[in-house]
């Protein structure tokens, strides 16, 4: 995972900026939630403790995108941002393609690959678990 680099990212506009001190796991997220929310195939995530995700200038906008969660994002330029689950209140899921070095990380799993577009590869060869 990361090495010398700070992990910060950030919006394409650069109204948000970010900072992580920790990645816990790297997944992508095949659900057609993440799917929609983006415009694309899946979503590669960072998984990090709440406390280590800081964000270091501007205010996201916040999405309730289901019952089970909240989405932020740039209000300015619309960059998915973060996710947040009631299931894991101690976590943040942070967008890898919002990171300033996202070649720094890897995805390791791949979750809701019964949601997968049949055309898209796995990251994982273990059965699908969700």
Known sequence: MAGAVDITGGCFCGALRYRIDRVEQVANCHCSMCRRISGAPLVTWLVVSREAFTYTSGEPA??????RGERDFCAACGTPIACRLIAQPDHVDVTLGSLDHPDCFTPALDVHRRSRLPWVPVADRRPPHR
């Not at 916040?62 to 019952?67: F, N, W």
């Open 62 to 67: 916040h999405l309730q995108s289901s019952e």
